[in-house]
């Protein structure tokens, strides 16, 4: 059961300004599939996993994809979906927050 990036994505830009103001019933379906899906995107291997990864300044690997630049806004809402969908980044946003950049601390804190 493996959620491929082109439907992560299409979920994942429904949770993020302007989708949840323009398309509050797309909002939150993708909220309900996030909450109600968690062993497609748990884990270390997950789609979901490997995005938020790829997403982090501290990370070594970069994922492709349009949303790349919204990850602190994702982050948010996959916590208020489900925080066990987040708990495993923790370590690595301590790292975000620890940064040189104020900019990105910033969004790491935001």
């Not at 996030?34 to 990370?59: A, D, I």
């Not at 982050?75 to 708990?87: F, H, I, K, Q, W």
Request: aromatic share 4%; hydrophobic share 35%; net charge negative.
């Amino acid at each position: 059961d493996h959620i491929g990036q082109p439907l992560l994505d299409s979920i994942l830009e429904n949770v993020v300004h302007p989708a949840q103001t323009e398309k509050p019933a797309a909002y939150a379906l993708a909220h309900k599939l996030l909450r109600q899906r968690p062993r497609e995107l748990q884990g270390p291997r997950s789609s979901l996993h490997q995005f938020v990864q790829g997403c982090l300044p501290s990370s070594s690997s970069v994922v492709e994809s349009d949303l790349r630049e919204e990850w602190n806004s994702i982050l948010l809402e996959l916590t208020r979906a489900s925080m066990d969908l987040v708990s495993y980044v923790l370590p690595q946003l301590t790292e975000v927050i620890g940064m040189e950049d104020e900019g990105t601390r910033l969004k790491g804190c935001a």
